[in-house]
């Protein structure tokens, strides 16, 4: 069975994948499998470089095919950050509330309405070869004043969804795992991973 190592140990985005390619043949792997290979600094200025950059790490020390993706929340107010730092927006080492208090304090005073936002998720895979290929997605939304909900990770609890009149973190994972941006690029990973590498032709 075709062998893909996910290039995170970030247990939330482990289980996130997991379910979502859980009904392709493969075995999925990831960095937790791995522990001598050392974490990939991410100095890319893009979601596409950072996420080929931890693809192509993998992918060179282990051998097996390797997926990456780079996501982040990007805020029209703030002039699109936290973008491409959303993970340590708030420093090194701290806590998802960590993160999303930090921005709420810099969105004091603005209404809701002007607080526009949306998630974005780059996915790169890379073969053998060191051919690779990017899926993207976005979900777009706006920052609530306040967090919400018990689901989900990251900024889920301040991501408000009009279409649902939930967070995403009141939204039942499966109900997320079909919208949200990393969903959105993992389908089209799939299809990549069926048209490119299931079928032999890379």
């Keep these: 069975m075709t062998e893909i190592v996910l290039a995170t140990r970030n ?23 791995y522990p001598e290979i050392y974490d990939v600094v991410e100095d890319g200025d893009t979601f596409e470089a950072n996420a080929l950059k931890k693809a192509t790490t993998f992918y060179r020390e282990t051998g097996l095919i390797a997926l990456a993706d780079d996501s982040g929340l990007e805020v029209d107010a703030l002039n699109g950050d936290p973008g491409i730092f959303s993970a340590r927006y708030a420093g090194e080492d701290v806590t998802y509330e960590d993160n999303y208090r930090k921005l709420l304090h810099e969105l004091e005073g603005i209404p809701l309405n002007d607080r526009k936002a949306r998630f974005v998720c780059t996915i790169a895979i890379v073969t053998k070869n060191d051919v690779y290929f990017f899926a993207s997605g976005t979900l777009e939304g706006l920052i609530t004043l306040e967090p919400k909900g018990e689901y989900g990770f990251g900024y889920d609890p301040v991501f408000y969804l009009p279409e649902y009149d939930k967070t995403v973190a009141e939204l039942a994972p499966d109900i997320k795992n079909k919208i949200s941006h990393r969903a959105q690029a993992l389908q089209k990973a799939k299809e990549i991973i069926i048209k490119n590498i299931l079928s032999g032709t890379t």
Excluded: C, N, Y
């Design 11 to 33: 247990s939330d985005k482990i289980l996130e994948i997991t379910h979502i390619l859980q009904d392709l043949p493969v075995t999925l792997k990831s960095h937790i499998d």
